[in-house]
């Protein structure tokens, strides 16, 4: 079996911008977390496509944590990149900035670590590029998906057999 070829580093990250609209809005008047969850997907699949050349899947979503709130109005970014890959796995990092588009700043609201997984027409893993960090700041995200997928495997070992059943 041979190796994937080595996938060119510019098609490792893509970017969404876009104004958060009222349709997205809690009943707290902020944008719902659910709302801002399925951006965080959809941009996941959107870079892990363009670095596989393949249709992807969602396998986690570790470590996502809501820093500050997104209103109304604002304008969203939100970036993704590859930071590690496994044979049929992409590690991607998604951080979500948000802020007034007058104003010209924006802050950071949400960042969290997606696992996808590239899939052929029948539903069957199959192999993607390798992600090679060459940056200092790309060593240390890779490092950091490692540690976070390794965090993620011992909590799920620590699951009671009736939840990973689903019987509870």
């Not at 098609?11 to 709302?35: C, Q, Y």
């Not at 991607?92 to 948000?98: C, E, L, T």
Request: glycine share 8%; net charge neutral.
């Amino acid at each position: 079996m041979s190796t994937p070829p080595v996938a060119p580093l510019d098609r490792s990250e893509t970017t969404f911008r876009f104004l958060a609209e009222p349709s997205s809005v809690n009943f707290g008047g902020k944008v719902h977390g659910g709302a801002l969850m399925k951006w965080i997907d959809e941009t996941a699949y959107a870079c892990s496509a363009v670095w596989s050349g393949r249709y992807c899947v969602t396998v986690s979503v570790g470590n996502i944590r809501f820093r500050r709130p997104i209103l109304v109005g604002n304008l969203v970014e939100l970036r993704a990149r590859v930071v590690a890959t496994g044979r049929t796995s992409m590690h991607i990092h998604v951080s979500v900035q948000a802020g007034d588009p007058k104003g010209g700043e924006l802050l950071q609201t949400t960042d969290c670590l997606i696992v996808m997984v590239a899939v052929n027409e029948n539903g069957q893993p199959v192999p993607v590029p390798a992600f090679v960090p060459q940056s200092e700041e790309q060593k240390r995200l890779a490092k950091y998906a490692i540690d976070v997928k390794e965090a993620l495997d011992a909590i799920v070992e620590l699951k009671p057999d009736e939840v990973a059943q689903g019987k509870i």
